[in-house]
């Protein structure tokens, strides 16, 4: 079964792993040769195959243990992935023109709930921002966001009329930890609005909170417009 390759990347020792795997030549619940086997027989480092095998891990084919080595699962324990792109960015890749616009900006006492989620305490001041974000004019997604000013004072100086939040904040303050939950919500009137609904239309509804390095930075309710979908692939 050892096959000498000279010089293999972790991705070609990735792609061989896999294949026997779903060959069954590394059959369900069996123990795959050690580190430094496999790196013998790929002419390869320890590092390059560990990273090999981490990465199959990672994506649900492998379960290692320290000391009790690398077995192939049963069943592969699949993980959906995605992107989180700029609504902006999302739009131009369909193919469709993008436009935004300011709807409301007030700066305010943060929101008892929100103060509980993002256990900021209740002395804080947040920006409070409504946008509208349309492809080719016509209404795509309705937010609204919260930026916490003692995380983000810099947003105080940004009129947001020419820039999303999002857009920005990816430019100013990264994130280091993101929240994320998709649900379906009932579009009151308000929202039912910019989004060309009916009041009660079901909605698709993103909610993102995030942080900079435990501090948190900003939370977003995000409503788009009905026929919304998002797709991921395994």
């Known amino acids: ?49 560990n990273r090999a095998l981490r990465e199959l891990a990672e ?7 320290r000391k009790a080595g690398t077995r192939v699962l049963n069943a592969p324990l699949r993980k959906a992935q995605f992107t989180i792109p700029q609504v902006g960015d999302e739009i131009v890749e369909a193919g469709r023109t993008y436009r935004y616009s300011l709807v409301k900006r007030e700066v305010i006492d943060i929101p008892s709930w929100l ?25 795509f997604q309705f937010e609204v966001r919260w930026i916490v000013v003692d995380s983000a004072p810099s947003a105080l100086d940004t009129d947001f009329t020419q820039i999303g ?47 900079l390095r435990a501090q948190p930075v900003t939370h977003a309710r995000l409503y788009f417009a009905p026929g919304y979908k998002m797709t991921t692939r395994l």
Not at 59 to 65: D, P, S
Request: hydrophobic residues 40%.
């Open 165 to 211: 939040p999002g857009a920005w904040l990816a430019q100013e303050l990264p994130f280091t930890d993101l929240e994320v939950s998709f649900s379906a919500s009932k579009a009151d009137k308000h929202i039912a609005e910019f989004l060309d609904a009916r009041d009660g239309d079901p909605i698709f509804t993103t909610q993102r909170t995030t942080w």
């Open 59 to 65: 994506e649900g084919f492998l379960e290692r243990k």
């Open 1 to 49: 079964m050892a096959t000498q390759r000279d010089n293999m990347s972790y991705k070609d020792i990735k792609r061989v792993v896999l294949d026997r795997i779903q060959k069954r030549i590394w059959a369900p619940d069996s123990l795959l040769p050690s580190e430094i086997e496999l790196a013998d027989e790929f002419s390869s480092t320890r590092t390059t195959v």
């Open 115 to 139: 103060s509980a989620t993002l256990a900021t305490g209740s002395a804080q001041s947040v920006l409070y921002l409504e946008c509208m974000h349309f492809a080719d004019n016509t209404p």
